[in-house]
């Protein structure tokens, strides 16, 4: 489906917040993002995305990138200011039945980031190679 994709990057003490997926017998992490709403800005959908997904409120610091994916991807640097990690309540958590695999929040360290199948690599190259 074509469409405006809204992601946050987070990241804190060298290490990123990332979803990992287990889905069709694949392990991949991603940032945490989604659709952009009717009515609905692609910051208010990043800010959003991030408490839905990994329960954390976040601030955005900076357009860190677009990428064209399926319409668009729109990723923001941002730091959390409020909430839990693992608190999410989306509609993968509240309906899972709806969504096919696993959701699991995740810091990962700066330096494993390369070597995982971690998704779009576009925005791994950025982050990694930023001091």
Sequence with gaps: MMGIRSAVVIEE???F???KRVK???TYFVFPGGQVEPGETVEQAAVREAME???VQVELTELLCKLPFNGEQIYYRAKIIGGKVGT???PEYSNPELYTGTFEPIW???AELK???VRPAEVVE???STV
């Design 17 to 19: 917040l990332l979803i």
């Design 115 to 117: 070597s995982l199948d």
């Design 13 to 15: 003490n060298d290490h």
């Design 24 to 26: 069709n017998e694949q």
């Design 88 to 90: 999410g309540t989306g």
């Design 126 to 128: 950025l982050i990694v």
């Design 53 to 55: 997904e990994v329960g």
């Design 108 to 110: 990962l360290a700066k």
